[in-house]
């Protein structure tokens, strides 16, 4: 994977050059992902222009998208994919969707996040995003999307880029045949640019006395995480294939098509 260095997306990478199995790599220039778009400038950003972006797939709740609205390249398709819509009519948003209101008052993320519950309920959150219908609609959207011959470059993304569309992209390695360990460093690989670009907004949690483990835990990914997403695959469907084709209700055609536009 690739990180593009650009200046008005936060946490942008390139899936392409990904290893796969047989000395292949997933083809590059074709799916991205980032945070949110609400300072993408095409025109002030030649790497942002340089991708060429044709299609968006926007994982954000209605709140996220009403406080950040993206900014879209002319020319683009921007598709709205709420992975959380279910989760938060059951139970309200979930921390991974508000990351700023949770950091900002100290005991409000300790009564609800200290002691290790912040890892239990993204835990939580992720096998949401493999059970919840709003979740398997949105990822059948970005698969077949990337399935579409005339998708052009695709973007997806969530607010930090790294829960709702670190998801994405490992169902989408993991379609492409990447093994399990490849999948995990990818996922991994964005700590370093979330953590950069939180990191105001941490230092003033932990000036307040906020503790610095509950701050880690809804910044940063950890294994744990993708782990619970997998567990629940496993538990639900068995395989990742029959997730995708029974779960999502993605066609093995449009499966098919998919690895032949991202496998180089």
């Known amino acids: 994977m690739i990180a593009i ?26 799916v991205f992902r980032a945070g949110q778009l609400d300072r993408m400038d095409a ?41 959380l819509a279910d989760k938060i009519s059951a139970s309200g948003a979930p921390a991974a969707a508000q990351l700023k209101h949770v950091l ?10 200290g ?3 912040a890892q239990t309920l993204f835990a939580d959150t992720y096998r949401s995003l493999v059970s919840s219908g709003s979740a398997r609609a ?7 999307e990337l399935a579409a011959d005339d998708a052009g470059p695709l973007l997806f993304h969530c607010t930090a880029g790294k829960d709702r569309t670190g998801w994405g992209a490992s169902v989408v390695l993991a379609l492409l045949g990447a093994d399990e360990a490849t999948i995990e460093r ?35 990914v950890v294994p744990a995480y993708l782990a619970a997403a997998l567990d629940q695959v496993a538990t639900e469907y068995g395989s990742m294939e029959k997730y995708v084709r029974e779960g999502l209700g993605v066609p093995d055609d449009a499966v098919a098509r998919l690895r ?3 496998i180089a």
């Open 186 to 220: 990818e996922y991994l690989s964005v700590n370093p640019a979330v953590r950069q670009a939180f990191a105001p907004l941490v230092e003033g949690f932990v000036a307040q006395g906020g503790d610095p483990e509950i701050a880690l835990a809804v910044i940063g």
């Open 260 to 262: 032949g536009r991202l």
């Open 104 to 113: 900002a008052d100290p005991a409000l993320a300790e009564k609800h996040l």
């Open 43 to 83: 025109s002030a950003d030649p790497a942002v222009a340089a991708l060429g972006v044709r299609t968006i797939v926007d994982l954000r709740t209605a709140a996220e998208r009403a406080d950040h609205p993206d900014r879209v390249p002319a020319g683009a398709r921007l598709l709205i994919a709420d992975a």
């Open 138 to 144: 949105a990822y059948r959207t970005l698969l077949t």
């Open 5 to 30: 260095p650009a200046t008005t997306v936060a946490n942008l990478r390139d899936l392409g050059s990904t290893p796969l199995p047989g000395g292949r790599t997933v083809r590059t220039g074709l």
């Open 115 to 117: 002691g290790g519950r």
